[in-house]
């Protein structure tokens, strides 16, 4: 049988920590509950849009095009960051997925400036 092809944003280091943060707060997200405002869904919404802007530019075919949705990732994801960080002020332990997301948002301003 024929190996499955990987999508080329599958490939990506970005895309596999980026979804790997989703996936814990994803695991977690009982954790995150109770929180004020909209706090734990505007954080699920953030990470869904940094892991979607990843696959969407790496599917475009121009560097601007690739840019654009690179930078609309990292914006997503320093929002994140601040939803972490509210959750952190709440008494959650956010620190390795914060640690994790300064990696994200650094690859992201790598791969904007390439």
Partial sequence: MREHK???FERLEVYQVARQVLASVLRDRARFRGMPGE????LERAL?????NIA???GRFTLADQRRHYQ?????ATEAAACLDIAG????????LLADLQRVVAMLLALVRR
């Fill in 72 to 76: 609309i990732a990292c914006g997503s």
């Fill in 48 to 52: 869904v849009s940094v892991v979607l």
């Fill in 89 to 96: 002020l709440h008494g959650l332990a956010v620190e390795p």
């Fill in 6 to 8: 990987r999508f080329s």
């Fill in 56 to 58: 969407e530019g790496a």
């Fill in 39 to 42: 706090v734990a869904p505007q």
